[in-house]
């Protein structure tokens, strides 16, 4: 199966600074991306969908300033959390869908580990 | 709109026994619907897929699910459960128009005792 890189697997950050997280396909273009977030023994949630050169499209509830996201190539997304605070601490992943995939899965990250102390 | 209900939030078996996690969902157009294990502090890894061709679909690890429309059911099971199968499980619907629009069921711990 194609395969998607999260960079990184864990960062800690200090309340009030902004932390970026890369999400990478590396052997297809992901024209879709799309960010989740997990909290502890819970499921996953939708945050974003983004296209690629387009703008994000963000679940209802998600702070579209808090939680920037681009998707400026056919193999990057980024999600920055600004001004992170301790209740964004949380296991954050991304997954793509693209061309060449048969478009009937998407492929997931390995999750990053969020901690804001 | 689209849900996932997974019953049974934990499930204990124990190794060698049959093992059944069960998945209800429900979805205004055509459905995609998968099931996936996730180990602590890692991502999510396919465990199979229905994407609208066969109704008893196999996996990996011996795992195989049968979509049944009428029951709006895609329950995941396994033979006979290993000690490496004691994993998070989550089972997931997506329109068959954007696979990668996931909503995910809120998970079952399996627990697999010696």
């Known amino acids: 199966g194609a395969v998607v890189s999260q960079h990184p697997s864990w960062v800690i950050c200090k309340s009030g600074t902004s932390v970026k997280i890369e999400c990478r396909s590396l052997?297809?273009?992901?024209?879709?991306m799309f960010w989740y977030r997990q909290f502890p023994k819970q499921s996953l949630m939708l945050m974003a969908t983004?296209?690629?050169?387009?703008?994000?499209?963000?679940e209802q509830g998600v702070e579209k300033d808090k939680f920037l996201i681009n998707h400026a190539s056919l193999t990057l997304s980024t999600l920055t959390v600004t001004s992170a605070h301790p209740e964004d601490s949380s296991f954050y992943i991304c997954?793509?869908?693209?061309?060449?995939?048969?478009?009937?899965?998407?492929?997931f990250g390995q999750g990053t580990r969020l901690t804001v102390v | 709109a689209q849900s996932v209900t997974q019953l049974g939030s934990h499930v204990s078996v124990s190794e060698g026994a049959l093992v059944l996690l069960r998945c209800n969902y429900s979805?205004?157009?055509?459905?995609?619907l998968f099931w996936y294990v996730q180990y602590p502090n890692q991502g999510l890894q396919l465990l199979l897929k229905?994407?609208?061709?066969?109704?008893l679909v196999k996996g990996i690890n011996g795992f195989e699910a049968e979509f049944k429309k009428s029951e709006t059911s895609f329950h995941l099971t396994k033979p006979s459960a290993h000690m490496s199968d004691a994993a998070e499980y989550f089972c997931?619907?997506?329109?068959?128009?954007?696979?990668?629009?996931?909503?995910f069921g809120d998970g079952t711990t399996l627990t697999v005792k010696p």
């Open positions: 997954s793509a869908t693209g061309t060449g995939q048969g478009n009937t899965e998407a492929f």
């Open positions: 052997d297809f273009q992901a024209t879709t």
């Open positions: 983004s296209n690629e050169g387009s703008k994000a499209t963000y």
């Open positions: 979805s205004s157009v055509p459905p995609y």
């Open positions: 229905y994407t609208s061709a066969a109704t």
């Open positions: 997931a619907v997506s329109p068959n128009t954007n696979a990668g629009k996931s909503t």
